[in-house]
């Protein structure tokens, strides 16, 4: 095994999964009021109030700390319809509920709105978006989407993006001659296979996004290079046999390394018809390979 798949291995399996505890901070000091009126305010009875549970899956892997778990918990909140269109969303409220804070709230706040989840304005307050005006292709958003009451409108038209972009990327790459790139994605298929054959599926799928996303990048197109986030967010909320990145397979590590073999030789078709062959290499899925919706 080369050097780098071994170095990648090795930082797969120790990965930290722990999160701050909800202790860490200080809390947000808001007092309730008797009499004062709730009406319209978000009901937070479905919440976690303890921020170190909160979000394991996605907020764990990346490490953000109170203020990406409470991001996590609002985001999933109101991509799932708990918290709908126009509902305020009242900063004492927050904090009081998920005892974080007010330094937490306000940057958690700014992220939602950034992504469109939500409108800060002069004497309305924070209120939630309505869907049109989500980012869609924000990797948080899709992931949220992809486990939540949207979840398979979600991983259709993930997979229906994919198909329009990957084997573009494919046959494009073909044209970079870039050797350093070449081996990474040649690295990354012997760490697959390596990760196969020890039945280390964490391993396998981390190998893989990074081969899709190098392989973007090898494409030489920086509109293309700026949705390589969708791929790798397709990837990780794939959550079944719907491409032959879903899970460690023979015919899934066959097809990589015939894209590596068409890169090495330049041929941008056989890269490209190498691609839409990963993309659909479990025929028992009934529809794999996106069909035109009707309008």
Not at 67 to 80: K, R
Not at 227 to 234: C, D, E, H, K, M
Not at 243 to 251: F, N, Q, V
Not at 283 to 288: A, F, K, N, S, W
Request: glycine share 12%; charged share 25%; hydrophobic share 40%.
């Amino acid at each position: 095994m080369s050097t780098l798949a071994h170095t990648m291995m090795t930082a797969a399996r120790s990965a930290d999964s722990g999160l701050a505890g909800p202790g860490e901070l200080d809390r947000y000091p808001f007092a309730e009021h008797p009499g004062v009126d709730r009406v319209g305010l978000p009901a937070w009875d479905g919440a976690e109030p303890e921020l170190g549970r909160v979000g394991r899956r996605a907020a764990g892997s990346r490490g953000r700390g109170l203020h990406g778990q409470l991001v996590q918990q609002l985001g999933q909140m109101i991509v799932s319809g708990d918290l709908g269109a126009d509902r305020p969303l009242v900063p004492e409220e927050i904090g009081q509920r998920f005892e974080v804070s007010r330094t937490v709230v306000r940057e958690s706040l700014r992220v939602l709105e950034a992504k469109g989840l939500v409108s800060a304005r002069p004497n309305v307050g924070t209120r939630v978006r309505p869907v049109s005006d989500w980012n869609l292709l924000d990797p948080d958003i899709i992931e949220w989407r992809a486990f939540g009451p949207q979840r398979d409108d979600q991983r259709r038209e993930l997979n229906e993006l994919r198909w329009t972009i990957e084997p573009l990327a494919a046959r494009l790459a073909a044209g970079h001659g870039r050797d350093d790139v070449q081996q990474r994605l040649g690295d990354m298929v012997e760490l697959m296979g390596h990760a196969m054959a020890q039945g280390d599926p964490l391993t396998f799928s981390r190998a893989d996004a990074e081969f899709h996303s190098l392989l973007i990048q090898l494409a030489g197109n920086r509109m293309l290079e700026h949705l390589s986030g969708i791929v790798s967010a397709a990837l990780q909320v794939s959550g079944g046999p719907v491409t032959g990145c879903d899970r460690p397979t023979e015919s899934a590590l066959g097809h990589h390394a015939r894209i590596v073999d068409a890169l090495a030789a330049g041929d941008g078709g056989a890269a490209e018809a190498a691609m839409r062959q990963l993309l659909t290499v479990h025929p028992e899925v009934e529809r794999v390979v996106p069909a035109p919706r009707e309008h």
